[in-house]
């Protein structure tokens, strides 16, 4: 059994798909202008190496884990924003089918709650440090950014069409 976490995503121009929607959302959170969509273009790039140099990083565009770490906020039910849009992507990603899931309105309320600490109950079956308290910090941030299906040790999750996340058999 597996006590850790896959790494981050690496992404970079050319990149599409997930989580390029969920990074946006968190550069917008950090001050960038950004429209928010699947594809990692140029201004994306431009946007990517302002924020790497901000915080002192190699700025050549690529998110690495390092990137991640420093890009990724707390949320936690009552906030708002992109930020929160970020965590609810993850989750709409996560259900599998457009529109399903968690509604992407940056606004973590008691839904996105729910599917958050569902999400870590889930999570802490095989990592027992995690902690069942609704707040998407470091270690949840880094969790729901993995695949469809994240597997952990002999456990599946999913996240199913009414958001709650939940072991499976990984037959889904």
């Not at 959302?25 to 140029?42: C, E, K, P």
């Not at 509604?103 to 079956?125: C, E, K, M, N, Y």
């Not at 910090?137 to 958001?163: C, D, F, L, M």
């Amino acid at each position: 059994m597996s006590n850790t976490l896959g790494p981050w995503p690496v992404v970079q121009n050319g990149s599409q798909g997930h989580p390029i929607r969920t990074l946006k959302f968190l550069l917008r959170a950090r001050g960038h202008n950004l429209a928010v969509d699947g594809i990692f273009g140029a201004v994306t790039e431009a946007a990517v190496k302002a924020f790497q140099t901000g915080k002192g990083m190699t700025a050549d565009g690529v998110v690495v884990p390092q990137t991640w770490s420093a890009l990724i906020i707390q949320a936690k039910k009552g906030n708002s924003g992109d930020a929160v849009r970020g965590v609810q992507e993850e989750f709409q990603f996560r259900s599998g089918e457009p529109g399903k899931g968690l509604t992407v309105d940056g606004i973590f309320g008691p839904q996105t709650d729910s599917t958050v600490r569902g999400f870590q109950h889930a999570l802490s079956l095989d990592i027992p440090s995690v902690t069942v308290d609704g707040i998407v910090g470091p270690v949840t941030w880094q969790a729901v950014g993995q695949r469809h299906v994240v597997g952990i040790g002999t456990n599946k999750y999913v996240t199913t069409e009414s958001g709650f996340t939940e072991a499976c058999d990984g037959r889904t």
